[in-house]
């Protein structure tokens, strides 16, 4: 495909800008139902009916790029619990002990993954006496004061025809980065974030623990397509909320069937152990903006079980999209003519000459070619904007794939040049520079500070100060202070409410 190149010229009318989002959604949708039935497609929050009953399974995004500050390498992010709450405790967000978080790697085209990195995680309590997640300031990983932890172990799988070949534990034990409770809880976050990153055998790093969520976008398409008159647009929904994520980084050579074959095609599942005790498969992503917007309610739980070898049978979907007609239907903008091909490639196949492999089997995976270096200037619409290292060649933190998936759904690639978008056009936290890349997760503590105190003593005087009449408390007394005032608030909660009114099972 030969990159578009933009001029940078004004965005259109906020109707029709609209009206791109919507078609945006669209495309994800056609792609999301061309994979076939149950996973979850790529920017999938709360995506299923299922799912979305169930946080710490459900997928919400999966990024893959080749290392802007390591080219030799591919990082693969992929993230889980959409919608985190800073503030959400007593019990913040952890990882599920029974499930398994898979990274799979489809390094020859035929839908199937040669290798598969499974994530498995463990959580410890040091006092069950009480119902904080730290007892004072935590600096490090491994805080007496840090009373509820996580640790994972990364294992390798090596497939042939989703048969086992072997089996490699690369990680054992390792600290997951805990929950931003806040400033006073963990006045430096950041340290504990790079306590977090580990170095596994043979040059690859991991990471897992909370992150602010990268996907940026307007969700409030779902209130009636942005108000039902383009009153609701620009608002970046996911502002201020934390995903869990799981990072890896690993040398380029050990997930490329070759030199000569350098494209990868990447998804994530969630696997949870059912009655039986097997795992059975309730979540799945891999390009964005599938299973959320274009598979209808009956097949969303289903496409989340599936996996892409499978994802034929949703073909119609992607080639007829429905997203395109509604548009037109309210907004009167023209929708492509059928069947829609270009969809195929973008979502399916990859772009041929781009980043589809030889011998490719349809299916919804994000695809990679790893031998595209990294661009210096990184541009938010990646292929369409001349800029071959994003998306929809994997998946950059940065990349626009509401702008860029708009556009090509609306037939950008057919002819109907656009210049659509949903009015928010990155995210609003920057990303790091070295791995894991991802922004530092919004603390609990944002907002104002309690009445009477200023911003010039550190937070743990603030809150000392504002809880008593005298002089300074210690740890104790600051501690029992908060949580008495953290009973009575339930309390009183309580009450106000009172008073108002009373899978398939897988052989690795």
């Known amino acids: ?43 999938s929050h709360r995506e299923a009916p299922l799912i ?18 390591k080219p030799d390498t591919t990082t693969i992010v992929a993230n889980w619990i959409p919608f985190e709450e800073p503030a959400g405790g007593p019990n913040f967000f952890t990882f599920a002990e029974d499930a398994q978080y898979d990274l799979h790697i489809d390094n020859n085209g035929d839908a199937q993954g040669e290798l598969v990195y499974r994530f498995t995680f463990r959580t410890h309590v040091k006092n069950k006496k009480t119902f904080l997640y730290n007892t004072g300031p935590v600096e490090s990983l491994d805080d007496p004061d840090l009373n509820i932890t996580q640790t994972y172990d990364v294992e390798l799988l090596r497939l042939k025809n989703q048969h086992l070949v072997s089996r490699t534990k690369v990680a054992n034990d390792v600290p997951v980065a805990p929950s931003n409770v806040g400033k006073a809880s963990m006045p430096d976050y950041a340290k504990l974030r790079s306590q977090a990153v580990h170095e596994l055998a043979g040059g690859a790093t991991s990471f897992a623990g909370q992150a602010d969520d990268p996907f940026f976008l307007d969700l409030r398409v779902f209130d009636l397509l942005y108000g039902g008159d383009l009153s609701e647009v620009g608002n970046d929904t996911l502002k201020g909320y934390n995903v869990n994520s799981i990072a890896l980084q690993v ?23 059912n009655a039986r005790g097997h795992f059975t498969q309730v979540s799945r992503l891999g390009m964005p903006l599938v299973n959320e917007v274009v598979n209808p309610i009956r097949d ?9 070898w499978n994802d034929g049978q949703f073909l119609k979907n992607v080639t007829e999209p429905e997203l395109p007609k509604l548009i037109e239907g309210i907004y009167k903008i023209p929708a492509p003519a059928e069947p829609r091909n270009d969809l195929v490639e973008v979502f399916l196949t990859g772009v041929k000459g781009l980043n ?19 661009a210096a200037e990184p541009k938010r619409l990646g292929v369409l904007d001349g800029d071959n290292a994003g998306f929809p060649n994997g998946r950059r933190l940065t990349d626009d794939v509401i702008d860029a998936s708009l556009q090509v759904v609306e037939g950008e690639l057919v002819g109907a040049k656009n210049d659509l978008g949903d009015a928010v056009d990155k995210n609003d936290k920057e990303f790091e520079k070295a791995f894991p890349y991802v922004a530092l997760p919004t603390e609990g503590s944002r907002g104002p500070l309690a009445k009477g105190t200023s911003g010039e003593n550190d937070v743990r005087n603030q809150l000392g100060d504002a809880l008593s009449s005298g002089g300074p408390a210690d740890d104790t007394t600051l501690i029992a202070a908060s949580a008495g005032a953290g009973a009575i608030g339930v309390v009183l ?7 108002w009114r009373r899978m398939r099972e897988r052989a690795y």
Request: hydrophobic share 40%; net charge negative.
């Open 1 to 43: 495909m030969t990159p578009i190149s933009r001029s940078g010229a004004g965005r259109a009318s906020v109707a029709t800008l609209i009206c791109g989002a919507l078609a945006a959604g669209g495309l994800a949708a056609a792609g999301v139902t061309a994979l076939e039935p149950g996973a979850a497609a790529a920017s």
């Open 52 to 69: 979305s009953g169930t946080p710490q399974y459900d997928n919400t995004d999966v990024y893959a790029f080749v290392s802007p500050d």
């Open 251 to 273: 040398p380029t050579h050990m997930i490329t069937e070759s030199a000569e074959q350098p494209i990868v095609g990447i998804w994530s599942t969630t696997q949870r152990k």
């Open 300 to 308: 969303k739980d289903k496409f989340n079980a599936s996996a892409p």
């Open 356 to 374: 589809q492999p030889p011998h490719v089997r349809p299916a919804e995976e994000l695809r990679l070619n790893t031998s595209i270096e990294p």
């Open 493 to 499: 909660v309580g009450a106000g409410l009172l008073w």
